[in-house]
Protein backbone atom coordinates (compact mmCIF):
# COMPACT_ATOMS: atom_id res chain seq x y z
CA UNK A 1 0.00 0.00 0.00
CA UNK A 2 2.87 2.11 0.45
CA UNK A 3 1.67 4.12 -2.86
CA UNK A 4 -1.71 4.53 -2.03
CA UNK A 5 -2.83 8.15 -0.99
CA UNK A 6 -5.22 9.23 1.64
CA UNK A 7 -6.16 12.57 2.50
CA UNK A 8 -8.01 12.98 6.46
CA UNK A 9 -9.03 16.48 7.37
CA UNK A 10 -9.13 17.23 11.01
CA UNK A 11 -6.29 14.40 10.99
CA UNK A 12 -5.27 15.85 14.56
CA UNK A 13 -7.59 14.36 17.31
CA UNK A 14 -10.70 12.17 17.46
CA UNK A 15 -11.66 10.09 15.22
CA UNK A 16 -9.46 11.87 12.35
CA UNK A 17 -6.17 11.16 14.23
CA UNK A 18 -7.46 7.53 15.08
CA UNK A 19 -7.85 6.94 11.21
CA UNK A 20 -4.33 8.73 10.33
CA UNK A 21 -2.75 6.25 12.83
CA UNK A 22 -4.54 3.47 11.35
CA UNK A 23 -3.95 3.96 7.45
CA UNK A 24 -0.50 4.78 8.15
CA UNK A 25 0.02 1.34 10.38
CA UNK A 26 -1.46 0.18 6.97
CA UNK A 27 1.13 1.38 4.73
CA UNK A 28 -0.38 3.90 3.39
CA UNK A 29 0.91 7.57 2.22
CA UNK A 30 -1.25 9.85 4.68
CA UNK A 31 -2.06 13.51 4.48
CA UNK A 32 -3.20 15.14 7.42
CA UNK A 33 -5.20 18.01 6.11
CA UNK A 34 -5.39 20.20 9.77
CA UNK A 35 -6.40 23.98 10.76
CA UNK A 36 -4.09 24.19 14.09
CA UNK A 37 -0.91 23.40 12.55
CA UNK A 38 1.13 23.65 16.50
CA UNK A 39 -1.39 20.75 17.66
CA UNK A 40 -0.99 18.98 14.13
CA UNK A 41 2.77 18.62 14.16
CA UNK A 42 2.74 16.80 17.54
CA UNK A 43 0.01 14.37 16.56
CA UNK A 44 1.80 13.59 13.42
CA UNK A 45 5.26 12.66 14.82
CA UNK A 46 2.95 10.71 17.47
CA UNK A 47 1.42 8.71 14.51
CA UNK A 48 4.89 8.89 12.90
CA UNK A 49 6.64 7.18 15.77
CA UNK A 50 3.81 4.70 16.59
CA UNK A 51 3.18 3.27 12.99
CA UNK A 52 6.94 3.53 12.29
CA UNK A 53 5.91 4.66 9.08
CA UNK A 54 7.46 8.17 7.11
CA UNK A 55 5.00 9.08 5.19
CA UNK A 56 2.58 10.76 6.99
CA UNK A 57 2.71 14.41 5.21
CA UNK A 58 0.89 17.69 6.83
CA UNK A 59 -0.60 20.24 5.27
CA UNK A 60 -2.28 23.35 6.26
CA UNK A 61 -5.91 23.74 5.85
CA UNK A 62 -9.25 25.67 7.55
CA UNK A 63 -12.11 24.03 5.72
CA UNK A 64 -14.25 27.05 6.75
CA UNK A 65 -12.66 28.89 4.11
CA UNK A 66 -12.88 28.46 0.77
CA UNK A 67 -8.81 30.30 -0.31
CA UNK A 68 -7.90 27.76 2.35
CA UNK A 69 -9.34 25.02 0.04
CA UNK A 70 -7.86 26.23 -3.01
CA UNK A 71 -4.30 26.46 -1.83
CA UNK A 72 -4.74 23.54 -0.14
CA UNK A 73 -5.56 21.60 -3.77
CA UNK A 74 -3.51 23.72 -5.62
CA UNK A 75 -0.03 22.44 -2.97
CA UNK A 76 -1.40 18.91 -3.05
CA UNK A 77 -1.83 18.78 -6.77
CA UNK A 78 1.83 19.59 -7.17
CA UNK A 79 3.24 17.09 -4.72
CA UNK A 80 1.58 14.38 -5.40
CA UNK A 81 0.22 12.50 -8.52
CA UNK A 82 -3.07 11.20 -7.82
CA UNK A 83 -5.56 10.93 -5.05
CA UNK A 84 -6.73 7.80 -3.48
CA UNK A 85 -8.99 8.47 -1.20
CA UNK A 86 -10.62 11.40 0.35
CA UNK A 87 -11.84 11.17 3.97
CA UNK A 88 -13.69 14.50 4.87
CA UNK A 89 -13.32 13.97 9.10
CA UNK A 90 -12.98 17.85 9.64
CA UNK A 91 -16.02 19.01 11.26
CA UNK A 92 -17.35 22.48 13.52
CA UNK A 93 -19.62 22.43 16.58
CA UNK A 94 -19.28 24.51 19.01
CA UNK A 95 -20.93 23.34 22.23
CA UNK A 96 -22.82 25.83 24.22
CA UNK A 97 -22.30 28.88 21.13
CA UNK A 98 -25.10 30.92 21.12
CA UNK A 99 -23.64 33.44 18.48
CA UNK A 100 -24.00 33.37 14.66
CA UNK A 101 -20.73 33.48 13.39
CA UNK A 102 -19.69 33.86 9.51
CA UNK A 103 -16.59 31.90 7.86
CA UNK A 104 -14.60 34.26 5.46
CA UNK A 105 -16.74 34.06 2.86
CA UNK A 106 -19.76 35.06 5.01
CA UNK A 107 -21.24 31.99 5.16
CA UNK A 108 -22.71 30.52 8.71
CA UNK A 109 -19.38 28.88 10.00
CA UNK A 110 -21.23 25.17 10.37
CA UNK A 111 -22.05 25.21 7.20
CA UNK A 112 -19.03 26.57 5.32
CA UNK A 113 -17.07 24.29 7.49
CA UNK A 114 -19.34 20.91 7.38
CA UNK A 115 -20.84 21.46 3.94
CA UNK A 116 -19.57 23.51 1.78
CA UNK A 117 -15.98 23.24 2.70
CA UNK A 118 -15.84 19.80 1.48
CA UNK A 119 -18.19 20.11 -1.10
CA UNK A 120 -15.61 22.84 -2.89
CA UNK A 121 -12.52 20.45 -1.86
CA UNK A 122 -14.01 17.31 -3.67
CA UNK A 123 -15.02 19.66 -6.55
CA UNK A 124 -11.18 20.97 -6.59
CA UNK A 125 -9.67 17.20 -6.52
CA UNK A 126 -12.02 15.17 -8.71
CA UNK A 127 -9.27 15.12 -11.51
CA UNK A 128 -6.89 13.56 -8.92
CA UNK A 129 -9.36 11.29 -8.11
CA UNK A 130 -10.04 9.91 -11.14
CA UNK A 131 -6.17 8.85 -11.83
CA UNK A 132 -6.71 6.50 -9.37
CA UNK A 133 -7.53 2.49 -10.11
CA UNK A 134 -10.33 2.47 -7.14
CA UNK A 135 -11.11 6.45 -5.71
CA UNK A 136 -13.35 6.42 -2.87
CA UNK A 137 -14.78 9.19 -0.83
CA UNK A 138 -16.03 9.24 2.84
CA UNK A 139 -18.10 11.87 4.14
CA UNK A 140 -18.38 11.75 8.36
CA UNK A 141 -22.08 11.80 8.94
CA UNK A 142 -24.00 11.87 12.63
CA UNK A 143 -26.65 10.71 14.19
CA UNK A 144 -28.03 14.33 14.80
CA UNK A 145 -29.66 13.28 11.18
CA UNK A 146 -32.14 11.70 13.26
CA UNK A 147 -33.95 14.70 14.20
CA UNK A 148 -35.50 14.76 10.85
CA UNK A 149 -37.91 12.43 11.58
CA UNK A 150 -39.63 14.84 13.03
CA UNK A 151 -41.51 15.84 9.88
CA UNK A 152 -41.36 19.79 11.54
CA UNK A 153 -37.49 19.95 10.96
CA UNK A 154 -35.81 21.99 8.11
CA UNK A 155 -33.17 23.17 6.88
CA UNK A 156 -33.47 27.07 6.96
CA UNK A 157 -31.64 27.40 3.61
CA UNK A 158 -33.04 30.84 3.76
CA UNK A 159 -30.46 31.58 6.89
CA UNK A 160 -26.98 30.47 5.55
CA UNK A 161 -25.57 33.58 5.06
CA UNK A 162 -26.91 35.52 8.30
CA UNK A 163 -29.95 36.87 6.56
CA UNK A 164 -32.10 36.50 9.72
CA UNK A 165 -29.39 36.24 12.42
CA UNK A 166 -30.12 39.11 14.12
CA UNK A 167 -34.26 38.03 14.38
CA UNK A 168 -34.12 34.65 14.89
CA UNK A 169 -32.75 31.66 17.58
CA UNK A 170 -29.45 30.70 16.52
CA UNK A 171 -28.91 26.68 17.84
CA UNK A 172 -25.32 25.56 16.88
CA UNK A 173 -27.07 22.24 17.66
CA UNK A 174 -29.58 22.18 15.20
CA UNK A 175 -27.30 24.17 12.64
CA UNK A 176 -24.85 21.19 13.14
CA UNK A 177 -27.56 18.62 12.11
CA UNK A 178 -28.65 20.36 9.03
CA UNK A 179 -24.85 20.79 7.73
CA UNK A 180 -24.83 17.03 8.32
CA UNK A 181 -27.87 16.19 6.80
CA UNK A 182 -26.78 18.72 3.93
CA UNK A 183 -23.83 16.81 3.50
CA UNK A 184 -25.66 13.42 3.21
CA UNK A 185 -28.33 15.12 0.79
CA UNK A 186 -24.98 16.19 -0.95
CA UNK A 187 -23.13 12.22 -1.02
CA UNK A 188 -26.13 11.16 -2.84
CA UNK A 189 -26.17 13.63 -5.27
CA UNK A 190 -21.74 13.52 -6.00
CA UNK A 191 -22.61 9.53 -6.12
CA UNK A 192 -24.84 10.21 -9.90
CA UNK A 193 -21.94 13.04 -10.22
CA UNK A 194 -18.77 11.28 -10.57
CA UNK A 195 -20.39 7.49 -11.39
CA UNK A 196 -18.90 8.08 -14.73
CA UNK A 197 -15.41 8.85 -13.53
CA UNK A 198 -15.55 5.57 -11.25
CA UNK A 199 -15.39 7.79 -7.83
CA UNK A 200 -17.40 6.38 -5.34
CA UNK A 201 -18.38 8.57 -2.30
CA UNK A 202 -20.33 7.53 0.77
CA UNK A 203 -21.27 8.70 4.39
CA UNK A 204 -20.54 6.61 7.47
CA UNK A 205 -22.87 7.87 10.29
CA UNK A 206 -21.30 8.29 13.37
CA UNK A 207 -21.82 7.03 16.79
CA UNK A 208 -21.02 8.44 20.15
CA UNK A 209 -17.15 7.81 20.67
CA UNK A 210 -14.96 9.20 23.61
CA UNK A 211 -14.19 12.71 22.85
CA UNK A 212 -10.50 14.38 23.16
CA UNK A 213 -8.70 16.60 25.47
CA UNK A 214 -8.69 18.99 23.04
CA UNK A 215 -12.91 18.88 22.15
CA UNK A 216 -13.52 18.59 25.81
CA UNK A 217 -11.47 21.73 26.29
CA UNK A 218 -13.47 23.85 23.81
CA UNK A 219 -16.47 23.36 26.15
CA UNK A 220 -18.60 25.35 28.19
CA UNK A 221 -18.40 24.01 31.63
CA UNK A 222 -22.04 22.18 31.39
CA UNK A 223 -20.68 20.37 28.42
CA UNK A 224 -17.24 19.54 29.75
CA UNK A 225 -18.71 17.88 33.11
CA UNK A 226 -21.67 15.78 30.53
CA UNK A 227 -18.80 15.29 28.07
CA UNK A 228 -16.67 13.26 30.79
CA UNK A 229 -19.28 11.57 32.09
CA UNK A 230 -20.59 10.52 28.64
CA UNK A 231 -16.26 9.19 28.26
CA UNK A 232 -16.65 6.99 30.89
CA UNK A 233 -19.04 4.29 28.44
CA UNK A 234 -18.08 6.04 25.23
CA UNK A 235 -15.92 3.44 22.83
CA UNK A 236 -12.69 4.73 21.81
CA UNK A 237 -12.29 6.52 18.51
CA UNK A 238 -10.02 3.47 17.10
CA UNK A 239 -13.53 1.69 16.47
CA UNK A 240 -14.79 4.28 14.10
CA UNK A 241 -11.22 4.90 12.67
CA UNK A 242 -11.33 0.88 11.55
CA UNK A 243 -14.71 1.54 9.79
CA UNK A 244 -13.08 4.57 7.87
CA UNK A 245 -10.55 1.79 6.83
CA UNK A 246 -12.58 -0.70 5.80
CA UNK A 247 -15.23 1.64 3.53
CA UNK A 248 -12.83 3.02 1.75
CA UNK A 249 -10.11 0.16 0.78
CA UNK A 250 -11.94 -3.22 1.46
CA UNK A 251 -13.63 -4.99 -1.34
CA UNK A 252 -16.77 -5.63 0.23
CA UNK A 253 -17.22 -1.49 -0.51
CA UNK A 254 -15.05 -1.36 -3.54
CA UNK A 255 -18.85 -1.06 -5.57
CA UNK A 256 -20.48 0.79 -3.16
CA UNK A 257 -21.54 4.40 -3.45
CA UNK A 258 -24.56 6.88 -2.62
CA UNK A 259 -25.07 5.41 0.42
CA UNK A 260 -25.17 6.15 3.97
CA UNK A 261 -23.12 2.99 6.42
CA UNK A 262 -23.91 3.32 10.25
CA UNK A 263 -21.39 1.66 13.08
CA UNK A 264 -21.85 -1.42 12.52
CA UNK A 265 -20.52 -1.17 8.78
CA UNK A 266 -24.43 -2.07 7.19
CA UNK A 267 -26.34 0.09 4.51
CA UNK A 268 -28.53 2.74 5.87
CA UNK A 269 -32.33 2.73 3.99
CA UNK A 270 -34.31 5.95 3.91
CA UNK A 271 -37.81 5.44 5.94
CA UNK A 272 -40.99 8.15 6.04
CA UNK A 273 -41.75 10.45 8.79
CA UNK A 274 -43.99 7.24 10.67
CA UNK A 275 -45.48 7.95 14.21
CA UNK A 276 -45.67 6.20 17.45
CA UNK A 277 -44.25 2.82 17.61
CA UNK A 278 -42.05 3.15 14.42
CA UNK A 279 -41.07 6.48 14.86
CA UNK A 280 -39.30 5.38 17.66
CA UNK A 281 -37.64 2.85 16.06
CA UNK A 282 -36.44 5.21 13.67
CA UNK A 283 -34.73 7.54 16.11
CA UNK A 284 -33.51 4.58 18.51
CA UNK A 285 -32.54 1.76 15.97
CA UNK A 286 -29.75 1.98 13.23
CA UNK A 287 -31.37 0.99 10.16
CA UNK A 288 -33.01 3.91 8.81
CA UNK A 289 -32.39 7.73 8.11
CA UNK A 290 -35.39 10.63 7.43
CA UNK A 291 -36.84 10.40 4.10
CA UNK A 292 -35.57 14.64 3.66
CA UNK A 293 -32.34 13.03 2.61
CA UNK A 294 -33.93 12.06 -0.38
CA UNK A 295 -36.06 14.30 -0.93
CA UNK A 296 -35.38 15.41 -4.84
CA UNK A 297 -36.41 18.88 -3.98
CA UNK A 298 -34.28 19.04 -1.25
CA UNK A 299 -31.36 17.34 -3.01
CA UNK A 300 -31.58 19.96 -5.86
CA UNK A 301 -31.50 22.90 -3.29
CA UNK A 302 -28.14 22.04 -1.56
CA UNK A 303 -26.46 20.95 -4.63
CA UNK A 304 -27.36 24.36 -6.22
CA UNK A 305 -26.94 26.38 -3.18
CA UNK A 306 -23.07 24.58 -3.03
CA UNK A 307 -22.45 25.48 -6.70
CA UNK A 308 -23.12 28.96 -6.40
CA UNK A 309 -21.50 29.56 -3.55
CA UNK A 310 -18.44 27.53 -4.08
CA UNK A 311 -18.22 29.23 -7.73
CA UNK A 312 -15.63 31.63 -8.60
Keep these: MKDKIVIITGANSGIGKAAALKFATEGYRVIM???NMEMSRAAQKEITEVSNHTHVDLMELDVSSFDSIRTFCSAFKAKYPRLDILIHNAAYLSHGEKEYKLSPEHIEL???????GPFLMTRLLADHLEKSQDPRILHACTTNIKH???PKRKIDFDNLRG????TRPYSVYKM???SKMALLMLTFKMAQEFKSQGIKVNALQINRVKLSKETIKKMRSFWKVLAWAQNLTNPLPSGMADSYFHIC???EFKNVTGQLINHKRE???PSPNETGIAQLKNIFGSGSYPSYATDAQNVEKIWKLSTTLTEG
Excluded: H, K, L, P
Design 33 to 35: ACR
Design 110 to 116: TFATNTF
Design 148 to 150: FFD
Design 163 to 166: EFRD
Design 176 to 178: YGD
Design 249 to 251: TSD
Design 267 to 269: IVQ
